[in-house]
């Protein structure tokens, strides 16, 4: 890895109920996921992304290798333009607010963690 480079370049998020936590993340930020063909005994739905131009993205897994988990790795999804209209979804699509949206300052933006159906906590960043 250099510089220029990404220090992200997929991601993975447990799920136990791959349908579920597709509606989840698809009532939030508003999108649709795409279902991915099974491989390796995983059952994926991708973030929707154009990776053909070195954009980030990542998935919703399903597999014995993939527990959700509330410690270890935060993932900070991005809640742009704003973070408040992601964060107004959360509860409505039966996750759960743990951290409000909270400045980290007036260069980065602001933050906030929820927990999703899945039980993972999560991370979101928007400059507004």
């Known amino acids: 890895m250099d510089k220029k480079s990404n220090a992200l370049n997929w991601f993975e998020i447990p799920a136990l109920d791959i349908t579920r936590a597709a509606k989840f993340y ?42 959700p ?7 900070y999804l991005n809640a742009n333009p704003t973070i408040q209209t992601v964060i107004d979804r959360i509860e409505k699509a039966k996750g759960k607010v743990v951290m409000p949206k909270t400045q980290i300052s007036p260069e980065i933006g602001y933050m906030a963690f929820f927990v999703d159906t899945e039980g993972n906590k999560m991370g979101l960043h928007a400059q507004n």
């Open 69 to 75: 988990a509330m410690d270890g790795c935060v993932i």
């Open 26 to 67: 698809e009532t939030i930020f508003d999108v649709k996921m795409q279902t991915m063909q099974e491989m390796m005994g995983m059952k994926m739905s991708g973030f929707p992304a154009d990776m053909g131009n070195g954009t980030v993205s990542g998935a919703l897994v399903q597999s014995d290798m993939h527990q």
